[in-house]
């Protein structure tokens, strides 16, 4: 049910470092109850325009700190709270083109006591504010 | 018996930040569905599992101010923190007992316990139990019962370790006689038609283990062409709505140590269709239960935020729990 947070609305943006635009990014929230461990928070799978993108030009960020999901998986420290916003960087040079995309965000999340991966996808059309 | 909330049931709420622990422990109590509060820990405490000595004045405050009394913390063992092994015994253990010291320090008296604490693990924290004297009440949801194979162990070891702070909590979700109409609308909408909800319902009041029951109908569904997001979505059915008989309950009765009053949504008598409350009610009543009922709304799983005030339908639970208890009293 809590599907529509994965891709936080109207918070699709790209993103700059030193006067070129790396990637884009948008908020996230967790799809489960509570909160859980970075490490139990698996590689989110983003698929842009219906290609894949990989796991490596993803980055994930909570207040002033950014972790790849390699770091995340050895995070046995810092939490994701249910009432926290997160973000994810895609890593993608040029960032988003002007004009409509499609944008596909499944989190994945290793709920202890599930014999299985939890997935909740989402699904929108996406543009960078003008 | 008693009634109070869990803080679970406002899940939603949580979501869209409408209360924080303070506005939301003032509308429990403001709206009378109280004097009992339980929580998850992992919910409620952004902190979990460690609290500050700020946190436990602040929470003894709250408390005090709005009249409540802390009745149960959820624990949750997260076995599965890395991605290369499941976490060892005496790892579990380490994390429960984090756990208990908390809910110690924070006054409660019950700390519910899941399946996945093994036998050993139980052992191994059952003596800081009795030293916090806090009772481990293992809860019994679906698609486990207080009879299902992995219960009978759990009964059995509690048994061989034989210490007063072993205990179970009941939740109703184990012992269903419907699947909610609010989760039979949301498998429609996913494009499940009339003819396999029909079939799903048949399923699931068939016989076999859950996921049996579930096999046939998504192995069927497959072969017919439906969606499979509808079909996944149908696992719930079987693993969340359990079909143990309300009967199974006086097994453990004299082992319940706090109870879940699970709803999912009333209808327009204020009755659950998907729970027999006349009969679960009756039952604890007649068992002498006389311990807290925590109301456990969980309609969240297919009504999400902003679709009814969650604790609304938490009052209309106690409001039918009372009327039973009040038609009993008046025989």
Redesign the interface.
Known sequence: ??D??IIGEGTIRNVESDGAVTGFAFDT?ITY?????L??VEPFEVVLDGVAIPVENLRFTLGDRTWTFAEM?QE?DA?W????TAVLTVLLPGGLTAGEHELQVTEVL????LPFLSRTQTRRRVAIAA | MKTGITL?SA??E??T?RYDLESLLAAVAERGIGPGVEI?G??SI?T?PDVSEDFVRDWDRLLTKYDLVPTCLGS????????DRLLSDDEMMASLERQLDTAHRLGFGVVRI???ANERVIEKVTPTAEKRDIKLGMELHAPEGARTPAILKVRAAYDRIGSPCLGFIPDFSATMRAVPPGELDQLASLGLAQEWIDRLIAEWEGTGAPFERFGRFAAAAAADGVPQPAIDAATMVFTMFGREPVESWRDIADQIVHVHGKCYGFDESGNEPSIDYPAIINLLADVDYRGWISTEWEG??????GTVDSLDVVAQQQALVNRVLGERASL
């Open positions: 049910m809590f529509t947070y929230r109850y509570r909160g859980l461990g490490s139990m998986a046995f939490r709270e249910l009432t926290e290793r709920v202890s006591y | 679970y899940t939603n949580w979501v930040r998850v992992f919910q952004p979990f949750n063992i997260d076995v599965a923190q890395r991605t899941q399946i996945g969240h799983v297919f009504m999400g935020p």
